[in-house]
């Protein structure tokens, strides 16, 4: 009898390994072709989220369907649906005490609820500080981070993140300077803002 139920259980795994290896495989080619719709349409129902007993291998597949979940309501401006999918990814990271969250969630939740603002932007802050500590060395993110620090008036660590964009960046990007710039002016540190923009200039 024990035999048989730990059979069914093999058997019953083995069918889930491969029912989730087929959604991975068909959700990805599509999401790579830009078919965001298919995309929604094979992974807005189908991610196994709840299971506590999943593992890990499992948890890494769907960890990477709500990205492209996510990603797909982005491309086709669904602004609600993307958010709801990055909380439900972080959600299920912090519930497995994954220590480094999803970036891309992080990423795209917080600059979604900083550019919507009524009372997210210190939750806004929160998910892009998270970020910016999982990755300090990513210039695109810590762009991204000042920009929402700086919508939320937090000018000095604004300046600081700004900075760290335009020294990371080993071909200088025009935007990282004129935001770092145009931070320091807001912190009165003119001599230095003068200073980096006329760098920016000379690119």
Do not use: C
């Not at 349409?41 to 506590?52: E, T």
């Not at 806004?124 to 970020?131: C, F, G, S, V």
């Amino acid at each position: 009898m024990i035999h048989n139920i730990i059979l069914l259980t093999l058997l019953l795994s083995s069918t889930i390994s491969d029912e989730l290896s087929t959604l991975v495989t068909q959700s990805t080619t599509a999401f790579n072709q830009k078919q965001f719709p298919q995309v929604v349409a094979l992974l807005s129902q189908r991610i196994p989220s709840k299971n506590p007993s999943i593992s890990k291998q499992h948890l890494q597949h769907n960890f990477h369907l709500f990205e492209i979940l996510g990603q797909s309501y982005d491309a086709l401006r669904n602004d609600q649906k993307t958010m709801e999918t990055y909380e439900k990814l972080l959600t299920l990271q912090a519930k497995h005490h994954i220590k480094k969250r999803s970036l891309l969630a992080l990423n795209g939740l917080g600059l979604l609820l900083s550019r919507i603002g009524n009372g997210n932007n210190n939750r806004a802050t929160d998910l892009m500080e998270e970020a910016a500590f999982n990755s300090p060395n990513n210039h695109g993110l810590m762009n991204n981070v000042g920009t929402v620090l700086h919508k939320n008036h937090q000018l000095t660590k604004a300046v600081t993140y700004y900075t760290k964009a335009w020294l990371l960046s080993s071909n200088k990007i025009k935007v990282y300077g004129y935001n770092l710039g145009n931070s320091l002016m807001d912190v009165q540190q003119h001599q230095k803002a003068v200073a980096v923009l006329r760098k920016v200039i000379r690119l």
